[in-house]
């Protein structure tokens, strides 16, 4: 038998000098035959440490060693082994335990537990020997120090029995949903709800135009109602929509409170700051008509009722504000639908005022009526309900606070509380939307004026706002509804420091918007004239066309306004405002100047439809510059790579779908003529054709993002 043990200290087991291996039985002589041992046969044929560290435990030797005569060198004297104990390959089948215990693994760096003879956890290797390192305790004293191996190795030659029955699994609970479909279905609750609102919102501006018609009057009106949103916007709004989201998922997350001081704390700020700014802005309503519109300013009777509707609607702002920092209080707390819902009342509210007006002046057509035949009670009723519509949309939202558990308490304690730097941060989203309404500005005073240069009606602002309506509501349903369920998201993966969340969740964004946004871009292009002819033509065929055109020049633009915009939510992510308003000086400047060439260059009759194009075209210079921003942001990587192959092979599906639908629309036009039946008809066979063809095409090129919509939808309706 060879000798199975060589001694971890440089001697025997049995004394100093004595030579390795088992004891030799007394009366066994120098060549004697030593008889075999019962305990010690067979015992180190398979021997696993043989090639280890020897300076590690062997429970044999220790169990032979003599502590007393022998003591052990001081701990840390020892050299660490180059490797410790591997594990072996797994076995194709489970180890038996009454054939070799399995090896527990080495255990970790530090003093884990007690050991014998003040050995390492790092360096020792345990050998299965329960009874002499770790479970003594667990099993019946033994006489003998080789039981424990004679008992493990006595069953070597036996078959393992049969396999105990393993346990039956525990139910796997039903799938709620993982990231991708809790988002769905949050964005399928928001774009229901944005879908209403701008339906109704449709109806509203539809009843607006009949009552006031698409001339002076009508100009009027508009500039005064969209007075409120650009001061609101300018002062509070573009921080409160874009900063204030991962401010208070933050607090939500960091505070004992859950965020509800912060809550509070910032909902009374935003108060006590747009009551101020409403009451400055009522003082100097006439000023800020002639900055909108210096054209209606200088004519008396257009500047009177524009300043009267204006101080009508300036209180608006307050309830703006309002109605969006609850909105985003609710955000925060996972809640989504009251923000895209509320916006309904206000709607319906508005559309009663004005049918009330209709019902007692007649509408524009029958009444004729303009800037100096209005009634001040006109003015009245219609101011008013414009009022009271902001009213009703803010308070609606304060049930769906009380049921968030959310009660609001106001809150004066500002300083020291992450207020200051929530205001900072907002100073640059202010500085953003100040660039992007200045460029606005630049366009409403152009607008006006080619409006009332051309003397024809649907070449103005309202015109321009009309059509810029109907353009933006498929961004407002599908892009704002998917990144208002995906910010708070994207907010706690910047927060954590992780860049590829971030990543992915844009790029998610990005494609997912872009199934419905690229063929509804396509499909203004193609079909923008029977469109506006059907929803304007209270407003005479002449402007109805007109704001089918500018549709037309709107139409490719809503692409790359959709990918700025998600884009943009990257940086906000980040608590990054400063890029975002460089990047939008950007853009409000090539929309200024090139909406002024088309001013200057075009006829007055074709100017906003260039200043239409130029919108367009100054958010694609805009992409470029943010996309290149943010991959650096994010590390160099933004997944562009999957997301340019996605809009590329959409465009090649739309194109194709585009001109056949197109040309069908213009054909039925051309045959029953540009009346409500002939668009209509139109329209529908028009838009059958080229959203067909598209999907087809889309599906034969196996887009990923199309086919999941469609398996989403078949999957709704149970087919």
Same mark, same amino acid.
């Given at each position: 038998m060879n000798a199975p043990y060589d001694g971890d200290r440089g001697q025997g087991a049995g004394g100093a000098g004595s030579p390795s291996g088992p004891p030799v039985p007394p009366g066994a002589g120098q060549g004697g035959q030593v008889p075999p041992d019962p305990y010690l046969q067979h015992a180190y044929e398979d021997d696993p440490y043989r090639a280890q560290d020897l300076a590690a435990q062997d429970p044999v030797g220790e169990a032979l060693y003599d502590r007393a005569s022998h003591p052990p060198p001081p701990p840390g004297t020892y050299q660490d082994p180059q490797a410790l104990y591997q594990q072996p390959p797994a076995a194709p089948h489970a180890p038996d335990p009454r054939i070799w215990a399995q090896t527990p693994p080495p255990e970790p760096s530090g003093p884990s537990r007690h050991l014998p003879y003040g050995d390492r956890p790092a360096t020792t290797q345990f050998v299965g020997v329960d009874a002499l390192v770790t479970q003594a305790s667990d099993d019946r004293r033994e006489p003998d120090a080789f039981a424990h191996l004679f008992r493990d190795q006595e069953g070597a030659g036996k078959?393992?029995?049969?396999?105990?029955?393993?346990?039956?699994? &525990? @139910?796997?609970? @039903?799938?709620?949903?993982?990231?991708?479909?809790?988002?769905?279905?949050?964005? $399928?609750? %928001?774009? $229901?709800?944005? !879908?209403?609102?701008?339906?109704?919102?449709? /109806?509203?501006?539809?009843?607006?135009?009949a009552a006031l018609g698409a001339a002076l009057l009508g100009d009027s009106f508009t500039i005064a109602y969209t007075l409120p949103t650009m001061i609101y916007i300018l002062t509070v709004g573009g921080g409160l929509n874009s900063v204030f989201v991962p401010q208070l998922v933050r607090a939500m997350k960091d505070d004992e409170d859950g965020g509800e001081a912060f809550a509070n704390r910032l909902l009374t700020l935003v108060m006590v700051a747009l009551g101020l700014?409403? *009451?400055? $802005?009522?003082?100097? $309503?006439?000023?800020? +008509?002639?900055? %909108?519109?210096?054209?209606?300013?200088d004519d008396v009777a257009a500047n009177s009722v524009a300043v009267t509707f204006a101080r009508y609607c300036l209180p608006t702002i307050f309830f703006m504000g309002v109605h969006v920092v609850m909105g985003q209080i609710l955000n925060a707390r996972g809640k989504f639908g009251a923000m895209m819902w509320t916006p309904v009342l206000n709607n319906i509210v %508005?559309? +009663?005022?004005? #049918?009330?007006?209709?019902?007692?002046?007649?509408?524009?057509?029958?009444?004729? %009526?303009?800037?100096?035949?209005i009634p001040p009670e006109g003015i009245r009723l219609l101011g008013i309900g414009t009022l009271l519509g902001l009213v009703v949309q803010a308070l609606a939202m304060i049930p769906y606070l009380r049921e968030a558990g959310f009660r609001f308490r106001p809150r004066f304690d500002w300083k020291g509380h992450g207020l200051g730097k929530t205001v900072k941060l907002a100073k640059w989203t202010v500085l953003f939307v100040l660039a992007n309404q200045a460029g606005v500005l630049v366009v409403t005073q152009l607008a006006t004026a080619a409006g009332k240069l051309s003397d024809k009606d649907g070449t103005g602002f309202l015109a321009y706002s009309n059509a810029q309506l109907i353009w933006g509501m498929p961004q407002a349903i599908i892009t704002v509804s998917v990144m208002a369920a995906l910010l708070p998201r994207i907010s706690r993966a910047a927060h954590d420091n992780d860049p590829g969340a971030v990543r992915d969740d844009i790029s998610q964004g990005l494609r997912n918007s872009a199934v419905a946004i690229v063929p509804v871009a396509f499909t203004f292009l193609a079909l923008g004239l029977p469109m506006c002819t059907l929803l304007y033509a209270s407003s005479g065929a002449e402007a109805a066309r007109s704001m089918g055109f500018i549709l037309m020049a709107f139409a490719l633009g809503l692409i790359p306004y959709s990918v700025q915009y998600v884009v943009l939510r990257g940086f906000y992510a980040y608590e990054d405002t400063r890029t975002p308003f460089y990047n939008t000086v950007i853009v409000a400047a090539v929309n200024a100047a090139a909406s002024a060439l088309c001013y200057v260059v075009l006829p007055a009759r074709w100017a906003v439809v260039g200043m239409a194009f130029s919108y367009g075209l100054a958010y694609a210079v805009g992409v470029?510059? &943010?996309?290149?921003?943010?991959?650096?942001? !994010?590390? #160099?990587?933004?997944? #562009?790579?999957?997301?340019?192959?996605?809009?590329?092979? !959409?465009?090649? *599906?739309?194109?194709? &779908? *585009?001109?056949? #639908?197109?040309?069908?629309?213009? &054909?039925?036009?051309?045959?029953?003529?540009?009346?409500a039946a002939g668009s209509l008809a139109a329209l529908i066979c028009g838009g /059958?054709?080229? !959203?067909?063809?598209?999907?087809?095409?889309?599906?034969?090129?196996?887009?990923?993002?199309?086919?999941?919509?469609?398996g989403m939808v078949r999957g709704r309706l149970g087919r």
């Open positions: 078959p393992p029995g049969p396999p105990e029955p393993e346990p039956a699994p &525990a @139910p796997v609970p @039903p799938k709620s949903g993982g990231r991708v479909s809790g988002v769905l279905k949050s964005s $399928a609750l %928001m774009a $229901a709800g944005t !879908l209403v609102s701008r339906l109704t919102g449709f /109806i509203r501006s539809l009843v607006i135009t700014i409403v *009451a400055v $802005a009522v003082l100097v $309503a006439p000023v800020l +008509i002639q900055l %909108m519109s210096s054209t209606i300013a %508005m559309i +009663i005022t004005f #049918g009330l007006f209709i019902w007692v002046y007649g509408t524009s057509a029958e009444s004729r %009526m303009g800037v100096d035949t470029g510059v &943010a996309w290149r921003r943010l991959r650096t942001r !994010l590390g #160099g990587d933004l997944d #562009g790579a999957h997301v340019v192959r996605t809009y590329a092979r !959409l465009c090649m *599906a739309a194109v194709p &779908a *585009a001109l056949l #639908g197109g040309g069908v629309g213009y &054909a039925i036009l051309e045959l029953l003529g540009s009346g /059958i054709v080229l !959203l067909g063809i598209f999907f087809v095409a889309a599906k034969k090129m196996r887009i990923e993002e199309v086919n999941g919509l469609v």
